[in-house]
T-cell receptor
Framework: NAGVTQTPKFQVLKTGQSMTLQCAQDMNHNSMYWYRQDPGMGLRLIYYSASEGTTDKGEVPNGYNVSRLNKREFSLRLESAAPSQTSVYFC???????????????FGPGTRLTVL | KNQVEQSPQSLIILEGKNCTLQCNYTVSPFSNLRWYKQDTGRGPVSLTIMTFSENTKSNGRYTATLDADTKQSSLHITASQLSDSASYICVVSAYQAGTALIFGKGTTLSVSS
């Protein structure tokens, strides 16, 4: 039982390049999330997927797209990377997004992205 | 506006000492409050979760308290160890449309020998 896995662990891009961050969970969770974490800013929600087949914008969605490929996998794509997207990206999953104890989120190890 | 404020921003203590981290929130309607521990270079891991009716919960040397009337929570660490060096994040869950979690910015704890 690996929990939440993310690939790659590290990535360096040049401005304008594109890439996809991969996330998978083996806990049979319905909901999945992408966050970015910057120094002094805490975790900020980029996009989330309440259930398979649905996606919604979070607090900072500009410059990103997501795909909920199936119940297990949720990918984050940067179409044209910018230096402002240099950050640590975390994927998380939970049983539900609704209020209550079922929305406890389990986090992956993170992807450290640098855009030059 | 739903907000979670944590203090102090950072803290340095000697190994073996106790410390208390604070979390104040303005989240409504309140569902539950969690404390996460995030080691450097890792993802956050849940320590405790408390609902409206709970005012104390322990996890080993970690004890969280909740005062729903004043909308304050604290995380007390007893007999600190070097491995407690991490960021501690307070997260409040609200009953609302969409995703319900509001994250604090965290307190960075450094335990020195």
């Amino acid at each position: 039982n690996a929990g939440v896995t993310q690939t790659p662990k590290f990535q360096v891009l040049k401005t304008g390049q594109s890439m996809t961050l991969q996330c998978a969970q083996d806990m049979n969770h319905n909901s999945m999330y992408w966050y970015r974490q910057d120094p002094g800013m805490g975790l900020r929600l980029i996009y989330y997927s309440a259930s398979e087949g649905t996606t919604d914008k979070g607090e900072v969605p500009n410059g990103y797209n997501v795909s909920r490929l199936n119940k297990r996998e949720f990918s984050l794509r940067l179409e044209s990377a910018a230096p402002s997207q240099t950050s640590v990206y975390f994927c998380a999953s939970s049983d539900s997004i609704a209020g209550g104890t079922r929305n406890e989120q389990f986090f992956g190890p993170g992807t450290r992205l640098t855009v030059l | 506006k739903n907000q979670v404020e944590q203090s102090p921003q950072s803290l340095i203590i000697l190994e073996g000492k106790n410390c208390t981290l604070q979390c104040n929130y303005t989240v409504s309607p309140f569902s539950n409050l969690r404390w996460y521990k995030q080691d450097t270079g890792r993802g956050p891991v849940s320590l405790t979760i408390m609902t409206f009716s709970e005012n104390t919960k322990s996890n080993g040397r970690y004890t969280a308290t909740l005062d729903a009337d004043t909308k304050q929570s604290s995380l007390h660490i007893t007999a600190s160890q070097l491995s407690d060096s991490a960021s501690y994040i307070c997260v409040v869950s609200a009953y609302q449309a969409g995703t319900a979690l509001i994250f604090g910015k965290g307190t960075t704890l450094s335990v020195s020998s």
